[in-house]
């Protein structure tokens, strides 16, 4: 079980990680149409909040919820609005491009588990959270895919408890990405073909984090059962999570995290089960995970060294 002193601890902003902040505040701004006042005040929002608790007691996931949830207020959406709702689509459509030519890579390679490793960690950069609306140029960055480097690759760890496996959490992150994570877990299904295999995803839109509408149209339904966390956040928070993912995670014999929002909320948990498997992109990162920024990342947890 996981327990509560794990789930609580360590809930702060660093200072360093206030620039991403307000790059995300913009980008939001711009994709749900705020300008002038209305981007004003969603800055004076998220502001507010960070003056009120120095930080304290909140993680980034906290503010960019409020964040969005302020923002689709302030632009006059109703209902199921998803800001980012039509980049996933694209985002998704885009990594289709390329999902032909991947599964193939993955299928005439001597090593296939070790090259879907690679892909679905190289999928990771499909992440508006980490560069501004606008300044992503994703088929650009599916095209030098071959070029990305892992600074961390525990494959021996990982393959060797996936064969040992009965159940599979997967935690998914960014749409786009998950069409690579489909790729991923077709090849570990068809070395483990009895494994059970769960896939969840947000349980509300927020940034361009993948929710069950984004999961069914990369077609990770055909290949996993697929659920909500219950997580609102670019992240997984565990005690703000659904009683059933909970669930999940404590009875399951392997746990894949994907991307960095995952990874920075779950990285204090000091289980082996887990595998995080992202790409690292902000200097914070690279600080926690003794990993150069830009390098992909395969690593168990419990290895995952704080400084």
Known sequence: MISEDIMNRNKQ????????????LHSLAMVTGLEGDGEKLLFEHSMLHLLATHGEGLVVQHIIRSATDRA????????????????????????????????????RSSEPLRVAVKIAAAGNIIDFGAKRHGSLDVEKELCTIDERAFGCFDFAEFSTRLKLAGKLLYICDN????????????????TNPGLEVTCAVR???????????????????????????????????????SEEFRMLFDNADVIISKGQGNFETLLDIADERLFFILRIKCDQMARL????KGELVLMQGGKVRST
């Open 175 to 190: 749409a786009g990405e998950i069409v690579f994570d489909r790729l991923f877990i077709e090849e570990i299904l068809r």
């Open 289 to 292: 995970s003794s990993v150069a």
């Open 13 to 24: 902003i660093p200072a360093a990680c206030y620039p991403c902040i307000f790059e995300q």
């Open 72 to 107: 689709i207020a302030l632009s006059g959406k109703v209902g199921d609005y998803d800001p980012y709702g039509a980049i996933k689509k694209q985002s998704n459509d885009i990594a289709r491009q390329f999902a032909g030519e991947f599964r193939n890579k993955i299928r």
């Open 203 to 241: 349980a509300l839109p927020v940034i361009n984090d993948a929710v069950l509408a984004d999961a069914h149209d990369a077609g990770l339904d055909e290949v996993a059962v697929v659920v909500s966390s219950g997580s609102v956040y670019p992240g997984t928070l565990l005690d703000e999570t």
